[in-house]
């Protein structure tokens, strides 16, 4: 089946009925590569099924299918090798809550909540919404323009401090892209026995590795003994552009970890909606041969972004090995303190300021739209960024 990633959707305008956070908080004028947010429509696996779902007509509290827990087993089983149960599955609105729900169940006020940065900006918030101890680690910087940024072991040990009760941790890594490697992982999850840490992994980013042939390994799969300690965080709203239906779920194997969860969501955050339920269902049982049709594109994407990056001075680009998020070092390209705000107000291109993330001087590109609009903004920013500009 034919899938198509280069139409353009109208997205902008809000009178013809399109809410988008992407596209208005900018203006007219701006092309927006910032939020995590695609410019293709959802698999047709999922918009059938939505379609269905609205004209049942009605819409009440609803209740977690069988068939998604395991829609989701199944696809665990399949892509990961990863056995899960379905009473694993605590499903709720967004991965952002579980984040906070997590540091509410797991620590105690005063606990070391720590993280990596560059990081998901709303990890770097979670310690004082909880009022926790926000602590930090900086990842290790490329050796090299282009190199990979690398997990600093001995930076993250030197972060944990004896109220260190809980690591955010997040692979494929947003901002960067990272893949984590076995050495890493391995230090990593020795680094959480023995100083007895909770890990939330934020593993949503997964399904879409760039690299052929490349297959995700969950961290409380690839080390069962960090199963008892680890909440996995997974949703199908990065894979299929499913974002605005705000479904996400976590997946605790341990009971006793499961049910102290469980106790910190109940009265603060809703049951997911009927909708997004749906949606979800559909994506795991029906959207592969989908989400195989993105990952052409997003390579194709990716390689484009490269060649620009390539000329432009000052400019280098750790290569992304997941995700359509591309990690932009721009402290030398003679744009100020701020290179986000100098590409959006001098060349009307949208990105995320690197200074949310932990790291001023970088943006984050999100190449997940059309080929059209994504050489529309590369072509803006080479007016700024070009040798001879």
């Known amino acids: 089946m034919a899938f198509d990633f280069a139409t353009p959707i109208e997205r902008r305008h809000p009178d013809g009925g399109w809410s988008s956070k992407k596209w208005h908080r900018y203006g007219d004028d701006v092309l927006p590569l910032w939020v995590a947010d695609m410019d293709f ?20 509290y609803a209740h977690v299918p069988d068939g998604l827990q ?48 560059p990081i998901y900006p709303p990890f770097l918030s979670v310690a004082e919404h909880t009022g926790r101890l926000a602590q930090q680690a900086a990842l290790a910087e490329p050796q090299a323009p282009g190199g990979d940024w690398r ?36 230090g990593l999850a020795e680094l959480v026995v023995r100083h007895n840490l909770y890990v939330v992994s934020d593993e949503l980013h997964c399904d879409l590795l760039l690299d052929e042939g490349a297959r995700h390994r969950p961290l409380a799969a690839a080390y069962p003994h960090l199963a008892a300690r680890t909440v996995t965080l997974w949703a199908p709203s990065k894979t299929f552009n499913l974002a605005g239906l705000s479904t996400a779920c976590a997946v605790i194997p341990d009971p006793a970890l499961r049910q102290r969860f469980s106790a910190a969501a109940a009265g603060l955050v809703p049951e997911c909606n009927v909708l997004g339920l749906s949606a979800a269902e559909a994506a795991y049982a029906r959207g592969e041969p989908w989400r195989q049709a993105l990952l052409d594109t997003l390579r194709g994407h990716r390689a484009r972004i490269a060649e620009y990056v390539a000329r432009w001075p000052g400019v280098s680009m750790s290569a992304p090995e997941s995700t359509y998020l591309a990690w932009l070092d721009m402290r030398d390209a003679g744009l100020g303190e701020t290179p986000q705000k100098a590409l959006l107000e001098r060349a009307g291109v949208a990105l995320s300021d690197g200074a949310d993330f932990g790291n001023p001087g970088f943006v984050r590109l999100n190449f997940g739209t059309t080929a059209a609009e994504l050489e529309a903004a590369l072509e803006r920013m080479d007016t700024l960024l070009k040798a001879d500009a």
């Open 41 to 60: 429509r959802s698999p047709p696996a999922v918009i059938d099924a939505l379609e269905q779902r609205v004209a049942h007509g009605v819409y009440g």
């Open 151 to 186: 997990l600093d072991l001995e930076a993250l040990e030197a972060a944990i401090t004896p109220e260190t009760r809980l690591l955010l941790w997040c692979q494929p890594h947003n901002p960067t892209g990272r893949v984590w490697r076995d050495d890493e992982l391995s």
């Open 70 to 117: 395991a829609a989701l087993c199944d696809w665990s089983r399949r892509h990961y090798g990863w056995a899960i149960e379905p009473e694993w599955q605590q499903w709720l609105p967004g991965v952002v809550p579980a984040l906070h729900l997590a540091s509410l169940a797991l620590t105690h006020p005063g606990d070391g909540v720590l993280t990596v940065t």
